[in-house]
Structure formats: structure tokens, C-alpha cells
């Protein structure tokens, strides 16, 4: 009789092999099932023999046979063995393989030791060969945990040369411009906060904003604002382009101007990344708007302010606004606005929109638009697909709809007389079968405008007819490159498949070699498919292709679905085209590598500071009368429609579903292995890296979305840049540990942190008033990086002795 005592009755510990047994019996078959379609479509032996071995285990046990113990030690040595040959000692990599087994090892020991099948003394050995593989096992965990808390530390690069900032407005005293200054290269040359007295950093004010989303915007707040500050006033924009100026030193408001923006114009986000700053040629400073604040707002308009009193321009536009949507055509609100701060070069505003990404072809333009600073009026239009034409269209007709727009953040170069256009790519993204040889041509490209004609000077491409979303979110950073005989005027220009290209600012031409390479073919347009692809020399912050071992998981179980899920998904690496048949793993995301956080440039160092993400996408095309039957639609938010992982590419035929992150829907988890987002120093001069590591805490991560509340580096998604001062300290935050952190440029280690009441997806900013240095962060949080969503204004600084 099966659990039967010598006695006749049931031993408690018998009762306890039995459940036991039966449990590792149901392990067993899910994991031998599940092993043998993977070894079906090609992947690993493991799971299959595991689970065989598993189920034979559980039936011994459940008989109370103490064979049934040993079986399982021989599963779990095995199982660690397998573990370290397929991925060393990553600590993360080795969670799913190890942890899981490793907790039942700790129920199999205590009953197993108890069975009446052992003979004398077999409980004893039983016991010591299971202490010597738990030995090993925390062993392996533990050589982990000791690399993991080193970071790995290249050797600083000399000064660069020269790194005179060609922008009229600097950073020092100020913050005058979202990156710093035109160049944005988020670098303060600020030292009072430094790497020796930063642990004394704290909060020296709060300002709440007030803008915060009602119930019906409540899932679409992601405010990535930030500020700036010129003289004796910090100005800021909120979510809904509410304009605010702050004493810097206190955090008093000084005025507020609100634009009244609807709530039916909030496209996918309703975020304002900043404010521009200008002052008027020769004007008397005592007049009304001889400085001004600029701003673009989610409805398209371009609304200028006095600086000083927040008073509307009434000499810019109409009445202190233009309206940036003459001749762009029907657009429904929400699918043509602003997010991203103006740009200024030699008086005129250059100004970019935010076209929603998947909705239809026929889209508003991605027309780039130069007004006059003072007066408001339209200098130049460039379409790109009209482009003798550099004024309103003509009665009647529109800018060309549907190509690609500039949704992010303009660089400018004074002197030069070029504007830097980061441009995406034409309306839908998954598809090109009707997109034009100009929309081929400047799709995913940096275009260099002249400002005064709105004329191309140069552009460089980074992705030839782009079907993954690659599009340019990241500000080109300006920067004196350091070459034979001097410097070279350069920009160093981060893109989203992570690749960094470094340009002559002047020409376009590539300072480091940039080749093309194959990629791969096919896809549901394989004649439209590009042979190659053009990749940089320099620098990339993309890791290698995914491989089934890169997949991850709490347990073998989850991460066995997710092994399942990469080997019937079509992937054949970087550039894999989407497919309609199977589900494509894009790798990297839409997220980046780079995104609009963009990089920091350190240039007493000679130090680029990239933070990045690390995370693929499940994409697959549905066809149009799927799509047309699931009933997707446009987003529309006077009707409830907001959106999500389905896009509709009306006017294409296939609509497209994304899954950011790859991730397994059961559980809520990437099927990557961590991490998902990281921080890295490079040199300058030779594009090698000085240090890489996470970014992030696991706090606010888990499954079925429960916090961890994990205090480990995890290195998680980030929204958001970093800046960089010449006290040797780099601070960000963006992960979705809603922490800023001050990291040691040179070493890479954390050496100040502080918790944000909400997330912290925006980039900081610092300046000094009367000789107190501050550091400022928007705590908005986001609603796509799931953190919580404020309105707080944080400004740090040192206490006084």
C-alpha cells in the first residue's frame, strides 16, 4: 500500500512524499510537454529531459521511495550544470534555471531525509551530497554578486582640445535651452555639487504645478518636462502647456500663463518637454516682451509670453500665438501637435510635430515651419515632398500629408546657420509600399536646414526605408571632435537601434566610418526591402542578437513559454522585416537604444554619457479585413478610443500589433533576461567604453505587476537623459524606480540618491543662484512607463554650513 508504516498506518511524512510526489508529477508534465514542442521547433533538450526525470522523481515519491530524493539531487546538479554552461554566473540569467528548483531542493531535503526506505546512514549522505550542491549553487550566486558590484571602470580620456559651445546661449549661472543650450550636450560646468560633498545634497524646495489628469486623461500624463533658468526666473511648461515661472532660489511662483489646451488634443501623451527662451535684438529692456518665453502646445499652436510677467506678446502672431496648422488640412484633435521645445537660430523658431505614429496614411505633414521670433510670421515651410514651394500652399491644396515628421527636439549651430532636424519616419510606420522617393530619401535621416532659407544643406540617413519605428528621438549633441592637426566641428548623433554616428556638422560627412551591411530579407514587401543597412564604426549601444538562452522568466516554467514564444516567432536579428504570418521580434525596440532623453557630453573630459534601453518588441502585421473584423480603430478621445498595442495603418494593407518588451501576457515579464536599460561612459576621442552598467532598481517590478521591492540593480526601462557637471557627477533618473541618482563619471558607481514622489521620465537640469548650485527634476511620472504619475518640482542643492 502506497505510504503505508511498518505499523499499517499513514506516516505524516509519507503523506507529505505524496503531495509532494504528486506535485513534482504535474511540474513534470508541464515541463516535459512543454520541452518536447521546444525541442520540436529546435530548442533546448533541457526541458524535455527535466521534466521526464521530474515525473519520475514525483512517482517514487509518492510510493515513498527514497530513489525518488536522490533522483531529484541528480536533477538539480544537473540542472545547475546545464544553468552555469549556458550562462556562467549571471546572476539575473540564472533566476529562472535555479531559483525555482532550488526551493523545492529545500522541501525534497527535509522529507526525503525522513522516508522509511532509507536505509542506515543513507539519510546522512543524502544530507551531505544535498548541503555540498546547495554549497555550489550559493557559490555560483555569490562570484555573481561580487562582479556584479564592480563596475568596470576604462581609463578617462584627456581633454578634448577645444570645446568652445558655438550656441549664444551657454550654461554656467543658466540653464537657457532644453539641452543646456542648442548644442545640447546637458553639461553644466558647475562644481560646488561634487563627487566629495554630494551625500549632504538635499531637498531645498517644492513646487506643485497643479496640472494633473482628470478622469478621462488619466491614462495618458507623462509630463518630461525640463525647465529652464535665465537670470532670476526658472519657467517651466506642465502636461497641458500651462506656463509657469518660479523664483529660482525658493520656488515661489511669479506668474502662469494657461493656453486653455483641451483635453481632445492630447495625442498619445500629453507631455511638454519644454520652453524656449528669447530675447528680442536691440529692444529696451523695459518693454513688454523684449525677452520672451516660447512654447508649442499639444493643439499646434506657437505661443509666445513676456518673460518677466507672463503677459501674451500681442506683437507675435495674433494676439501672442500662431496657428501652426494653415495648410497642413484635415486633422482630427490629438493627430498634429507639439511636444517638444522650439529650437531658435539667428531669430527664427524652428518648430516640428508630433504626428501620431500607426493611425493611417493619409496624415497630416511632417512639414518643418521657421517663424519669425519677434513677429511671429512665417519665414519658410519645408515639405518635403513639394520642396520648391517654401510658403503656405496655395488655396485649396495642403503641405504633402503623410511624410515624416521631427516629433522631438531640434539642435542649432549660430554660427553655421543650420538647424539639426532629428525626423522619423512617414505615416505608418510597418508599412512602405506607397511611400515616395522623397519620403525614402529623408525618412529617418538627420537633415541639416539652413535656417534662413529653410533650405537642406545636408542629411545623413541611418535606416533606409524604415519599417521598424526607428525613427530619430535623440537631439544631436554639437561637439568640437577631436581629429589630427585639431578638432573638427561634429556632432555626435544617437539613434534608437543604438548605433552613434559622428558627423561633420558642416557637410554631413561621417568622421567615423560608417559601412553598410547586409541585413535581412523578405517580409510581406520583400521588393521594397533594403540589401543593406548602414551601421557606425564608432559606437553602438546595441547588444547582440537574441538567442533562445537569452530568454528569461520567474521560474523554467515561464521562461520555457518565453523560449516557446522566441523559436516560433520569426527573428533573424537586427532589421528581421515584419511579417504577417508569424509574430517578429524587433530587437531593439521602439524604446532604443537611444531615445529623446538623448546624451550628455562631459567636454573637459572628453567623456559622451548614453543612457539607453535594452528591450526588443513582438511585432506582427494583421491584414486589413482582420483588423477591419477586431474592430480597430483610430485614436479618438472624444470618443473613448486611446489606443494601445494595436494600430490601425488605415490606408495600408495591415494594421500592426505591438507588444513592447516582448512580453509573456500570463505573467507580465519580459521574456529577455535583465537587464532592460542601462548607463554607459564612453570616450569621446575613440568611442570605446569607459564603463556600462544598469540602470535602475527593481522596486517597482514584478509579476502580475506586484512590486519586487527589490533594492537590486535590474537596469530597467528609462524615459528620460541625464546631465553632467564638471563636479564629476552625472544625475538622472528616468528608470522606473522613480529615483535620481548622482553617479561618479569616472567609475560609473551610484554615489547619491534620492526616492521622487512620482517618476522621474523627464531629464534634470542645474544652475547656480548667489553661489548655491541647484539640481531641479520634474517628479511627473508616465503613464507608458507605468510610474506614478505627480506634479512636483523638486530643486536639490547643499545645505549652508
Not at 34 to 42: E, K, P, Q, R
Not at 71 to 95: D, K, P, Q
Not at 298 to 319: E, H, M, N, W, Y
Request: overall charge neutral.
Amino acid at each position: 500500500m502506497i505510504g503505508a508504516s511498518k505499523a499499517g498506518g499513514w506516516s505524516g511524512f509519507h503523506w507529505s512524499a505524496f503531495i509532494l510526489g504528486a506535485a513534482m508529477i504535474m511540474l513534470g508534465l508541464v515541463l516535459a510537454v512543454g520541452g518536447g514542442w521546444l525541442i520540436f521547433l529546435g530548442g533546448s533538450l533541457y526541458y524535455f529531459c527535466a521534466g521526464t526525470a521530474l515525473v519520475g522523481a514525483g512517482y517514487l515519491l509518492m510510493r515513498g521511495r527514497a530513489e525518488g530524493a536522490w533522483l531529484y539531487l541528480v536533477i538539480f546538479a544537473s540542472t545547475l550544470l546545464w544553468a552555469w554552461w549556458e550562462v556562467g554566473f549571471n546572476g539575473w540569467a540564472l533566476v529562472p534555471r535555479v531559483v525555482g528548483p532550488l526551493l523545492l531542493l529545500l522541501v525534497v531535503i527535509p522529507i526525503g531525509m525522513r522516508l522509511r526506505s532509507f536505509r542506515h546512514g543513507q539519510a546522512t549522505a543524502f544530507g551531505a551530497v544535498a548541503a555540498c550542491i546547495l554549497l555550489a549553487a550559493g557559490c555560483g550566486f555569490a562570484i555573481e554578486h561580487i562582479r556584479g558590484t564592480a563596475v568596470a571602470a576604462g581609463i578617462v580620456s584627456p581633454p578634448a582640445e577645444s570645446m568652445a559651445d558655438p550656441s549664444p546661449l551657454q550654461t554656467g549661472t543658466d540653464w537657457p535651452a532644453y539641452g543646456g543650450s542648442y548644442s545640447a550636450r546637458r553639461y553644466s560646468p558647475l562644481t560646488q555639487i561634487n563627487r566629495e560633498n554630494v551625500l549632504r545634497l538635499t531637498r531645498a524646495w517644492t513646487f506643485h504645478t497643479g496640472d494633473l489628469p482628470n478622469q478621462r486623461t488619466r491614462n495618458t500624463y507623462g509630463a518630461e518636462t525640463t525647465p529652464l533658468k535665465v537670470g532670476d526666473m526658472l519657467y517651466l511648461c506642465t502636461p497641458k502647456n500651462i506656463l509657469i515661472a518660479l523664483d529660482p532660489t525658493t520656488g515661489k511662483e511669479r506668474w502662469r500663463f494657461d493656453p486653455k489646451v483641451p483635453d481632445d488634443n492630447i495625442p498619445f501623451t500629453a507631455a511638454c518637454r519644454g520652453v524656449a527662451y528669447y530675447a528680442v535684438p536691440n529692444a529696451d529692456p523695459a518693454q513688454l516682451c523684449a525677452t520672451r518665453i516660447i512654447e508649442g502646445t499639444l493643439d499646434a499652436r506657437v505661443i509666445a509670453v513676456d518673460a518677466k510677467t507672463g503677459a501674451p506678446c500681442d506683437q507675435f502672431g495674433s494676439a501672442g500665438q500662431v496657428d501652426t496648422t494653415i495648410g497642413i488640412g484635415e486633422h482630427d484633435p490629438g493627430m498634429f501637435s507639439i511636444t517638444s521645445s522650439p529650437t531658435i537660430v539667428r531669430d527664427v523658431i524652428v518648430i516640428g510635430h508630433q504626428v501620431l505614429d500607426g493611425q493611417k496614411r493619409d496624415a497630416p505633414s511632417g512639414v518643418i515651419q521657421g517663424y519669425d521670433a519677434d513677429t511671429g510670421k512665417l519665414r519658410w515651410a519645408w515639405d518635403m515632398g513639394n520642396p520648391d514651394v517654401s510658403t503656405l500652399p496655395a488655396a485649396g491644396e495642403t503641405y504633402t500629408r503623410g511624410t515624416p515628421n521631427m516629433w522631438t527636439t531640434a539642435s542649432g549651430d549660430e554660427q553655421l546657420g543650420l538647424v539639426y532636424l532629428p525626423l522619423g519616419v512617414s505615416a505608418v510606420d510597418y508599412w512602405s509600399g506607397s511611400r515616395s522617393d522623397r519620403e525614402k530619401e529623408f525618412a529617418t535621416s538627420l537633415v541639416a536646414l539652413d535656417v534662413t532659407t529653410g533650405k537642406p544643406a545636408w542629411h545623413f540617413q541611418t535606416v533606409h526605408n524604415d519599417v521598424w519605428d526607428y525613427d530619430l528621438g535623440s537631439q544631436a549633441s554639437l561637439v568640437d571632435f577631436p581629429a589630427q592637426g585639431g578638432t573638427v566641428p561634429a556632432l555626435i548623433l544617437p539613434s534608437k537601434r543604438g548605433d552613434i554616428f559622428v558627423l561633420d556638422r558642416r557637410t554631413g560627412e561621417p568622421l567615423v566610418g560608417v559601412e553598410e551591411r547586409e541585413v535581412p530579407q523578405g517580409g510581406v514587401e520583400p521588393e521594397q526591402r533594403a540589401k543593406t543597412q548602414p551601421f557606425s564604426l564608432y559606437h553602438t549601444l546595441r547588444h547582440p542578437d537574441l538567442t533562445e538562452r537569452d530568454m528569461w522568466g520567474m521560474s523554467p516554467i515561464d521562461q520555457l513559454a518565453c523560449r516557446i514564444m522566441f523559436r516560433r516567432a520569426n527573428y533573424q536579428g537586427i532589421f528581421t522585416p515584419p511579417s504577417a504570418l508569424l509574430r517578429t521580434i524587433q530587437y531593439p525596440g521602439f524604446m532604443g537604444g537611444s531615445d529623446w532623453g538623448g546624451i550628455a557630453v562631459d567636454p573637459a573630459r572628453g567623456i559622451l554619457i548614453a543612457n539607453y534601453n535594452d528591450m526588443p518588441n513582438s511585432v506582427r502585421l494583421v491584414p486589413r479585413a482582420e483588423a477591419d473584423r477586431l474592430g480597430w480603430k483610430l485614436i479618438d478621445r472624444r470618443h473613448g478610443t486611446i489606443g494601445g498595442e494595436e494600430s490601425p495603418q488605415v490606408g495600408a494593407p495591415y494594421a500592426v500589433s505591438v507588444i513592447p518588451g516582448l512580453r509573456l501576457r500570463q505573467t507580465g515579464l519580459p521574456c529577455k533576461q535583465p537587464p532592460y536599460g542601462g548607463i554607459r561612459a564612453i570616450d569621446l576621442r575613440s568611442g570605446k567604453t569607459l564603463w556600462d552598467r544598469p540602470l535602475g532598481k527593481a522596486l517597482a517590478n514584478g509579476p502580475f505587476g506586484i512590486p519586487s521591492m527589490l533594492p537590486i540593480a535590474i537596469g530597467t526601462p528609462n524615459n528620460g537623459g541625464s546631465v553632467v557637471t564638471a563636479g564629476g557627477l552625472i544625475f538622472v533618473a528616468a528608470a522606473t524606480d522613480n529615483l535620481i541618482r548622482a553617479i561618479d563619471i569616472e567609475t560609473g558607481k551610484t554615489v547619491w540618491e534620492d526616492k521622487l514622489p512620482a517618476g522621474g521620465q523627464a531629464t534634470p537640469m542645474t544652475y547656480e543662484v548667489d553661489g548655491r548650485q541647484y539640481l531641479v527634476i520634474m517628479a511627473g511620472g508616465h503613464h507608458f512607463m507605468e510610474t506614478p504619475v505627480g506634479d512636483e518640482l523638486i530643486a536639490y542643492a547643499i545645505p549652508p554650513k
